[in-house]
């Protein structure tokens, strides 16, 4: 059997020199993924951080209850990954929408409904014992290492195919941060006095067209300095 048969690491890297828009694809999915995970570790962590406590604070600093006449109606009840999603989001400069709607009791004729979206940014109002910007950083840094690690192993120079190549990067990003705004939204649903209120919270939709921009900056970025360390190198 060939030697490169018998060399998983070895096929990978012919594949990604061969193949580096695929690899800037992955960059960008695996980015996005492994940025969430260490999200997730940090808020374990970090006391300033709790779900029901900082959402609460968070949401009473918008007076959005007060503007809808809801005040004592129930507040958004993220779950722990409902509640690091949001974050996560939050680092990417992309706000979490809170949403009441009110109808009436079994949806009666003219009933009317009404919906005041306010955004609010947890990660900016809570009080954190880790520094927002450490949250920040994890997508920054993991995207440019990502595209550092793929230029050098695609044997890239600095020229014109680090844009193509970037270009794949928020191709893997984007498409996971859509499908988030959904799996990260929660709803609470409350029925006083014959008025049925419900309260939704979510990732901003405009959060995928942020990790857009961060994702592909960076990602070139990477592949520039990368690329640049090659030639560096070969020097």
């Given at each position: 059997m060939p030697e490169q048969a018998s060399d998983p690491v070895g096929r990978v890297r012919e594949y990604v020199r061969d193949a580096p828009v695929i690899g800037a694809i992955l960059v960008g999915g695996g980015s996005y993924l492994l940025g969430f995970v260490l999200t997730y570790l940090f808020v374990l962590i970090d006391g300033g951080l709790d779900a029901q406590s900082s959402t609460d604070a968070a949401v009473a600093e918008t007076g959005v209850f007060q503007q809808t006449g809801l005040v004592g109606?129930?507040?958004?009840?993220?779950?722990?990954?409902?509640?690091?999603?949001?974050?996560?989001?939050?680092?990417?400069?992309?706000?979490?929408?809170?949403?009441?709607?009110?109808?009436?009791?079994?949806?009666?004729?003219?009933?009317?409904?009404?919906?005041?979206?306010?955004?609010?940014?947890?990660?900016?109002?809570?009080?954190?014992?880790?520094?927002s910007v450490v949250y920040q950083l994890i997508p920054v840094l993991l995207l440019t290492a990502g595209g550092y690690a793929l230029a050098r192993a695609a044997h890239l120079a600095v020229s014109r195919d680090i844009l193509r190549v970037g270009l794949g990067v928020p191709i893997g990003y984007v498409p996971l941060a859509l499908l988030g705004t959904f799996l990260f939204r929660t709803s609470t649903t409350a029925e006083p006095e014959g008025i049925e209120v419900t309260v939704s919270a979510s990732p901003s939709l405009v959060g995928p067209v942020a990790m857009a921009v961060i994702s592909t900056l960076f990602g070139i970025v990477g592949l520039y300095l990368g690329a640049q360390s090659r030639g560096a190198d070969s020097d």
């Open positions: 109606f129930p507040q958004p009840e993220p779950t722990t990954m409902e509640f690091v999603g949001w974050i996560f989001y939050n680092a990417h400069f992309a706000d979490t929408v809170i949403t009441p709607r009110v109808a009436s009791r079994g949806g009666q004729a003219g009933a009317q409904t009404q919906t005041a979206p306010e955004s609010i940014n947890i990660l900016s109002t809570a009080s954190t014992q880790i520094p």
